[in-house]
């Protein structure tokens, strides 16, 4: 299976990328900071933002189109009320 992982290279994204690795997947990772991620044979590497729709053609085609997106960004919580309306960054 080829996953297309749209996300910045931070704790979440690591672990993605190590399950997705466990199960024989290839990934292509849309980040907009490459140099942050380790390099493996099954990961291509897309320097750019997932809110670019030119980056975003590259990466669905690179090295083929994926079988599924995953979309791991976060936004920081400023309550730590659950309900509590706030806006992200």
């Given amino acids: 299976m080829h996953i297309l992982l749209l996300s910045s290279p931070n704790h979440n994204s690591a672990r993605i990328i190590q399950s997705a690795l466990s199960l024989k997947f290839t990934i292509t990772f849309l980040t907009p900071q490459t140099s942050q991620v380790p390099h493996h044979a099954n990961v291509t590497l897309i320097n750019g933002l997932p809110a670019s729709q030119h ?14 997106v995953i979309l791991a960004f976060y936004t920081l919580m400023f309550s730590k009320q659950p309900l509590t309306l706030w806006s992200g960054p």
């Fill in 55 to 68: 980056d975003l053609e590259i990466a669905l085609q690179t090295p083929t189109p994926p079988e599924a």
